[in-house]
């Protein structure tokens, strides 16, 4: 067996990036199912881009849930529920969360489940401005970023905040 610190780097970045799942964000006042589907789809790829996870696809999710007949009543947002998928879809972790139209901004809700623990063990918020919505990309690296555990800069009075260090790059 190859140690982990004797193989190429990007090798040892798929090898050690943990397999997680995540669900589609539950659209809340003024977001439509459709756009929080198309909102989780940017996550899914903005985690994939920091290189810590190995995220399965939705379409993956979906087969497998079938597949084991997976019975999900009404909407599952509460951790007993997320866990319960994340054990039948046998990943580690399992992200959860929410977007909605708060006044003028959206705000991204977020958590980071260990499906072992059952435990919430990172949550993020994040805002998005109506003027910026047509480009909702920065503001999920920023939610991927921060669900790695890496920290970044506050948010200014206008709630702006500056690009995020790419954990990726």
Do not use: W
Not at 45 to 74: C, H, P, W
Not at 137 to 153: M, W, Y
């Amino acid at each position: 067996k190859i140690k982990a610190a004797h193989m190429p780097k990007e090798a040892r970045t798929k090898a050690e990036a943990e397999n997680i799942a995540v669900m589609n964000l539950d659209g809340k006042s003024g977001v439509e199912a459709s756009q929080a589907e198309l909102m989780s789809d940017i996550l899914r790829t903005e985690l994939y881009k920091t290189g810590k996870f190995n995220v399965m696809n939705r379409e993956d999710m979906d087969a497998i849930l079938k597949e084991i007949k997976y019975q999900q009543s009404g909407a599952c947002d509460q951790t007993a529920c997320i866990v319960e998928m994340g054990q039948a879809l046998g990943v580690a972790r399992m992200i959860a969360g929410s977007v909605g139209l708060l006044g003028e901004r959206y705000v991204i809700n977020a958590k980071l489940i260990n499906v072992a623990t059952s435990k919430n063990e990172i949550l993020v918020t994040e805002y998005l401005s109506k003027a910026d919505a047509a480009d909702p990309q920065e503001a999920f690296e920023r939610v991927a970023v921060q669900l790695t555990g890496e920290k970044i800069a506050p948010a200014t009075k206008s709630g702006a905040r500056p690009a995020a260090k790419k954990a990726y790059d």
